[in-house]
């Protein structure tokens, strides 16, 4: 498996970020590609200096979900962009059987929706 040294995308509000990493790997001799979000949080301790963290805060919490959603959307834009068999996903647009996105969730097509959520 290959990572990259540089986030493919990152989202961000206040404190905290999300930010995408493109992973590569062979499954049956093919290259793949699997989207992956880390979320952390950047702060200065009491000596002035920038910190990570993956806690947060019930006022840090809404702007979490906020970039969570960013990320999520971003990553099936991308999925359904590139036609990659992901962890969610056969590549030709459709979702695995009997599980979509979320694995036990159907999906609702809305007239109009260009893309699924």
């Known amino acids: 498996m290959q990572l990259n040294n540089q986030p493919k995308m990152r ?10 990493w493109e992973n ?3 499954k049956d001799g093919r290259p793949q590609v699997m989207l992956k979000a880390e979320l952390s ?5 009491r000596d002035g200096q920038w ?9 840090e919490l809404p702007m979490a979900v906020h970039v969570l959603n960013q990320a999520f959307a971003y990553i099936i834009d ?4 590139l036609g990659s068999d992901s962890d969610h996903g056969h590549g030709d ?3 695995a ?8 969730v159907e999906e609702e097509r809305v007239p109009g929706l260009h893309r699924r959520l």
Do not use: L, W
């Not at 949080?41 to 301790?45: G, N, P, T, V």
């Not at 910190?51 to 006022?59: A, D, K, P």
């Not at 991308?78 to 962009?81: D, E, G, H, V």
């Open 93 to 95: 647009g459709s979702a």
């Open 41 to 45: 949080r950047r702060y200065k301790d």
């Open 97 to 104: 059987s009997g599980g979509g996105v979320f694995p036990g």
């Open 11 to 20: 989202f961000k509000a206040g404190s905290v970020s999300c930010s995408i």
């Open 78 to 81: 991308q999925s359904n962009t």
């Open 51 to 59: 910190q990570s963290s993956n806690s947060f805060s019930r006022t």
């Open 24 to 26: 590569t790997f062979e």
